[in-house]
């Protein structure tokens, strides 16, 4: 049985990578080929509920903790992943593990080796689609809403960790773009990726 293509987009925030991943699972759908949406982290679980009252600020978590609970959340969903890889089912991820460090590494007394720890030995992704974008082309499509980390400041630091996180299997996209001309350019690139990985086993994440 041929794998599914594990698809991880990364980004600062409205680069489009909510919409981006919408419009892909759209694509693959109308040419059959079988997709399923992740994103990270999943609020639904019930790591995931203490998770987004941290975010939207009803409970305030200890940094070191709410970095494993990030962790926790993307790991209690890699047995439902891993088995939809096997079956050739192919995966677009909104956020992954690369957002768990570059945003906990910009706290103070963070290292971004310390950030990577948890999430060693998770699926490796075949691709990540990091969607840049410009500070100021970002403003424009809109304000920070009030969750924590919507700050620009902080943003700054979480966009230059990003880049330290690049690998070999990134590709940077230039998102100042119209979504329609942005769909274009990443369906064709995962067009083309999804043939290439499905005898390739699962590979692991920084380990
Ligand atoms: N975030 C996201 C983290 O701090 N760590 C993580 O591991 C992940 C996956 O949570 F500010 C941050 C990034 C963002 C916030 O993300 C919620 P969404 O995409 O807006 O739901
Ligand atoms: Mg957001």
């Excluded at 070999?168 to 773009?177: G, M, N, R, T």
Aim: proline share 4%.
């Amino acid at each position: 049985m041929d794998r599914g293509a594990l698809i991880v987009f990364e980004g600062c925030d409205h680069s489009g990578k909510t919409t981006q991943c919408k419009r892909l699972v759209e694509l693959l759908e109308q040419k059959r080929i079988p997709v399923q949406q992740f994103r990270f982290p999943d609020r639904t679980t019930a790591i995931g509920q203490m998770i987004n009252s941290y975010l939207s600020n009803k409970q305030d978590i200890e940094d070191h903790a709410v970095h494993l609970l990030f962790s926790a959340n993307r790991w209690e969903l890699v047995p439902k992943m891993k088995v939809l890889l096997e079956a050739g089912t192919t995966l677009i991820v909104d956020r992954y593990a690369y957002s768990g460090v570059s945003f906990t590494a910009a706290k103070e007394g963070f290292s971004i080796d310390w950030c990577k720890q948890p999430d060693c030995g998770l699926p490796r992704p075949d691709l990540v689609l990091y969607l840049n974008l410009r500070p100021d082309a970002a403003a424009k499509r809109g304000n920070f809403g009030n969750e924590r980390y919507e700050q620009t400041d902080f943003q700054a630091k979480v966009m230059k960790n990003f880049h330290l996180l690049k690998e070999s299997y990134w590709k940077e996209i230039d998102a100042d773009k119209t979504e329609d001309d942005l769909a274009a350019e990443l369906g064709e690139i995962v067009l083309n990726c999804i043939p290439t990985v499905r005898e390739r086993p699962i590979e692991k994440l920084w380990c």
